[in-house]
């Protein structure tokens, strides 16, 4: 690769980067936190993007739009609380629409509640964006495991879909211009659909050569015997997690259940995706730069899961029943800043 388009670090480090920062998102529901998060995600986004991956801003701008956008959408279908800020119009639908109530009284716990919700939305999209930009997808798909041989393949042609998409957009837009077109509307119909017929064409191509490269012939049938588990762990699970929830007596006895059903589901999803004899070659090795950004993300994580559980920290925070302000502590914070490390620690050429 050249050099300023060579991808920052392992890409199993920024995997655990990646599934750090999404717990920490879901763990959390303090919108200063999730401010926090997206904060940091945008940052180690803007550090690692390159002329190849500056196709995924469009994907982020939009994706933010849409995200606040949601907040009137959430406070027009119903609103909560005492604390009334102000009133709209309301708008009762007929029976035979559920009877749902468009508008009316808008309060400060509903509003601080869909604000943290898109502040969520655009953490991931933050997250999702960082990772995208810092990976190398080929490097990545050598170390899916065997029997995720296929689904690694889907996976790796769906990642690299949008921002190519729209690389291959702005590309056409600047033939257009360039041919003396501009950006008239009539424009827009032509390139749609060349955008889709090249989309699909680069997708099959990138997968036939994923398969004849022999990533897609990795698989190794299953056993009925492991199969008949996962499926047992996963009637575990979900009686637990039904348990948990409507059977408070039995909270102990339903998250054992939960637990053992998803640790056996996981263990025979392990034991199948490794289970196969293919020799991967020139894997990229790890070093202490990554080791650290997955230690430190890592780290994080667990650390505003422990703030969670420990009720500390306000990570729980809900604006009902009476809105307040959210409390901002140090730990957490600091632990959400933990994201911003691949920005310090950079990987030798």
Same mark, same amino acid.
Request: hydrophobic share 55%.
């Given at each position: ?15 655990? &980067? ?39 801003? %469009? ?16 406070? @027009? ?12 119009? +309301?708008?009762?639908?007929?029976? &035979? ?25 655009? +953490? ?5 964006? +960082? ?22 393949? %889907? ?48 997708? @099959? ?11 897609? +012939? ?47 589901? @996981?263990?025979?999803? &392990? ?14 090795? &790890?070093?202490?730069?990554? @080791? ?58």
């Amino acid at each position: 690769m050249r050099g300023a388009e060579q991808p920052r670090g392992h890409p199993g480090a920024w995997a655990i &980067w990646m599934s750090s920062a999404m717990l920490m998102v879901l763990v959390t529901s303090n919108p200063l936190y999730h401010a926090t998060i997206a904060l940091g995600a945008l940052l180690v986004y803007a550090g690692v993007r390159s002329a190849r991956t500056r196709a995924l801003e %469009v994907l982020l701008i939009f994706g933010v739009v849409l995200s606040f956008l949601s907040i009137p959408l959430n406070l @027009v279908t119903g609103s909560a609380g005492p604390t009334e800020v102000f009133v709209l119009p +309301a708008l009762t639908l007929p029976g &035979w629409l559920g009877s749902i109530t468009l508008g009316g009284r808008i309060t400060a716990e509903s509003l601080l509640y869909a604000t943290d919700q898109a502040l969520a939305l655009i +953490a991931i999209l933050c997250i999702i964006c +960082a990772f995208n930009a810092s990976i190398d997808h080929f490097q990545l798909l050598k170390l899916t495991p065997p029997g995720l041989a296929q689904l690694g393949v %889907v996976v790796t042609v769906g990642l690299l879909l949008v921002p190519e998409t729209l690389a291959r957009a702005r590309t056409l837009r600047e033939a257009h211009v360039t041919r003396g077109r501009g950006d008239r509307w009539a424009t827009v119909p032509a390139s749609l659909l060349s955008l889709l017929s090249d989309g699909l064409d680069r997708a @099959v191509q990138r997968a036939e050569s994923l398969d004849a490269r022999g990533f897609g +012939a990795l698989t190794v049938p299953g056993r009925w015997s492991e199969t008949a588990l996962s499926i047992g762990g996963l009637f575990l699970a979900a009686v637990g997690a039904f348990s948990w929830y409507y059977a408070e007596d039995a909270q102990p006895l339903a998250a054992s259940a939960l637990l053992v059903g998803a640790l056996l589901v @996981v263990s025979m999803a &392990w034991r199948q995706a490794m289970r196969g004899t293919a020799q991967r070659l020139f894997l990229t090795m &790890w070093q202490q730069t990554d @080791v650290l950004v997955a230690a430190t993300a890592a780290f994080g994580a667990a650390t505003l899961l422990g703030l969670r559980l420990a009720g500390a920290g306000d990570a729980n925070y809900l604006p009902f029943p009476v809105v307040r302000a959210p409390a901002y502590s140090l730990a957490a914070a600091s632990a959400c800043l933990l994201l911003l490390t691949p920005l310090f620690a950079r990987s030798e050429p």
